[in-house]
């Protein structure tokens, strides 16, 4: 069967880029995947977050817009914060005047657009090059959670996930095949004391909170439903989570495999992995994982730069 959808990872590491000897294996780049899809007449190409592994990727399409006298590709941001956006300077083909790319990131609360967001960080306090001198033509758009048909066949649903920052899961829905996308994201929780000794307890409220934890982890339940590939953020372990990281806005491993076997998920991808995580914690996390939830019905993978994968 021909694949729809080809991913390949060009970074997996969250936070903060962690090059070094034990961090070759799984890469140091943070998050970066190029996705394709095979349409009627041509390839389309997204690229999700813009991390700093976006600038080997830049390298390797300049070929392209080079052999072709053109490039296009659309840029989708799960929210701005720096890991997820500090390589977009360095991608080579925004310098190229055949150049056309769509950027798209979530609306937030605060005033400033995307296009304000980037516009920020290539300025010269930060950059050399400002926004306004590169060659590329560039379209900011803004989106929020909801339903976007992309053309193509393509269709795009978006989520908002548990973050500090407004951050975007993302669902592609294509001939039949769908892939989802989950980070930064922790699980929901009740920010309202449940201790009824505590004098501050308010049993109404704490119930209420309680009850949109509950509805906002059936309404991601759904989102991920049925997907053939999920991939998910995995910083943490379970136990590294509840000591000391509840409301850094990123999941436990444990959460996440759990999440992908009620949503019915086919495949699920551990990602963002922790900058100080080495190549041989991960090599043993894939171990446990992989191997407990072979028999269950769901494939657990961890990311590694240069991965590809089919849909």
């Not at 999941?251 to 076997?261: F, L, M, R």
Request: glycine residues 10%.
């Amino acid at each position: 069967m021909t694949s729809t959808m080809v991913l390949k990872f060009w970074g997996v590491r969250g936070s903060i880029p962690s090059p070094g000897h034990e961090t070759v294996k799984y890469g140091g780049n943070t998050l970066c995947i190029e996705l394709r899809f095979k349409t009627a007449d041509h390839e389309r190409l997204i690229i999700i977050d813009a991390g700093s592994g976006i600038r080997q990727l830049g390298d390797r399409l300049m070929g392209d817009a080079a052999s072709n006298g053109h490039f296009s590709a659309e840029i989708f941001l799960t929210h701005t914060h720096m890991d997820h956006i500090l390589g977009l300077p360095f991608f080579a083909p925004m310098y190229l005047p055949q150049t056309y790319l769509k950027i798209y990131g979530p609306i937030t609360c605060e005033e400033e657009s995307v296009k304000d967001v980037i516009g920020g960080q290539m300025s010269y306090r930060y950059f050399p090059v400002r926004q306004e001198e590169l060659a590329a033509c560039i379209e900011y758009i803004d989106i929020k959670e909801g339903r976007y048909d992309l053309g193509d066949g393509i269709v795009l649903s978006a989520k908002y996930l548990n973050h500090p920052l407004l951050a975007l899961g993302y669902r592609f829905e294509y001939r039949g095949k769908v892939l989802c996308t989950a980070y930064d994201t922790e699980p929901f929780y009740n920010v309202f004391g449940l201790d009824p000794s505590d004098p501050a307890y308010d049993a109404l409220v704490a119930a209420e909170g309680e009850a949109a934890v509950q509805e906002e982890g059936r309404r991601l339940v759904a989102f991920y439903q049925g997907a053939d590939l999920l991939i998910h953020d995995g910083q943490y372990t379970m136990v590294e989570y509840e000591a000391g990281k509840i409301g850094w806005g990123h999941s436990p491993v444990e959460y996440a495999v759990e999440t992908a076997e009620q949503a019915a998920v086919k495949r699920l991808v551990i990602c963002h992995h922790d900058p100080l995580r080495t190549d041989s914690q991960l090599d043993r996390l894939t171990q446990v994982f992989s191997s407990r939830r072979r028999n269950a019905g769901l494939e657990v993978i961890f990311a590694r730069e240069g991965m590809v994968l089919e849909i």
